[in-house]
């Protein structure tokens, strides 16, 4: 016979009688009939070419055969039994891609979410790539302007951030006398937000950056006066590294949106991280005054909202 004759089942029932040597104390345990084990255990002799008992009117002996088998087959037994176990409670794999400005918003969540699902791991990779590609990914985080993609995580809002040894300067001043810092090659998140502001600013000293992450970074260095996404920021405000110390945020139409291939859509690992991630009622850290939220492009349209 071939190995892959190999009557599997037959390898516990042989287990089971071989520790009892009695064919209906071994049928109890394994809830078959006597005469499936009788069946199982000849099936089994036959494949090896040699008997495993004795019958005798009493019960069973182990054959030679069936003694030199026996320790060998339970020991493979139990190692398939542990590689089963670590198998079955080994935690799910979610691949991740999400773009490196939004690490310092993600990553406490993601250590949050692993703590109340320790079975689901979050395998994360990060990207400068702004593509809506998923190959070889479960999810992805984009940055956009497209609302018909994907599950909304928070739109774009806004609002310059400092070091916190500057909070005790004039908010007015330091429009005055700090470096700008742009996020990007161009000047356009400044401008967007000095366009709804009621500062009047000059930017005489710029600083940019090709991310908005490096952007803040320099800004917790006290290199200069930050704009930024306000969730983005809010683990350096939390901490105390940042202040926000104005009112007027400014939404530019962007948003960062979680992705997933319409065939995920059922894996219920999955939703619990979409869930997670996309809760309503996360809390935006900064000033306790009310905040002027500006629609960009709807001069004149604001809405306050208590932080």
Known sequence: MSRRDLPINGLQTFLVTARYLN???????????????????????????????????????????????LPKLGSLL?????????????????????PSCAMRWLVPKLVSFEQQYPNIHVALTTTLDHRRRLE????????GHDENEGTKLFDEELTPVMAS??????????????????????????QLWLKHSPLKATMLRN?????????????????????????????????????????????????????????????????RLVHWLSQADRQITGSKKPTQVFLAGFDGVSAETPD
């Not at 070889?136 to 940055?143: C, K, L, R, T, V």
């Not at 040894?165 to 000047?187: G, I, K, M, V």
């Open 165 to 190: 040894h500057f909070s005790s300067a004039d908010p007015t001043l330091a429009l005055q006398q700090l470096t700008f810092l742009h996020p990007t090659r161009d000047t356009r998140d400044w």
């Open 136 to 143: 070889d990914f479960d999810a992805a985080i984009i940055y």
């Open 78 to 98: 139990e190692q398939l039994y542990r590689l089963t176990d670590d198998v079955r409670q080994a935690p799910r794999q979610l691949r991740l891609k999400a």
């Open 207 to 271: 600083q940019h950056f090709d991310t908005m992450d490096l952007a803040l970074n320099a800004a917790c260095q006290g290199f200069g006066i930050a704009i930024a996404d306000i969730r983005l920021a809010e683990p350096e405000i939390t901490q105390g590294r940042l202040v926000a110390p104005y009112t007027q945020r400014v939404r530019t139409g962007a948003s960062y949106r979680l992705l997933q291939p319409p065939e995920s859509v059922q894996d219920e690992n999955q939703q």
């Open 23 to 69: 064919l209906t104390r071994a049928a109890t345990e394994l809830c078959i009939t006597q005469s499936a084990v009788s069946r199982q255990i000849i099936a089994l002799e036959a494949w090896f070419g040699f008997p495993l008992f004795h019958r005798h009117a009493r019960g069973l002996t182990l054959t030679p055969g069936g003694e030199r088998l």
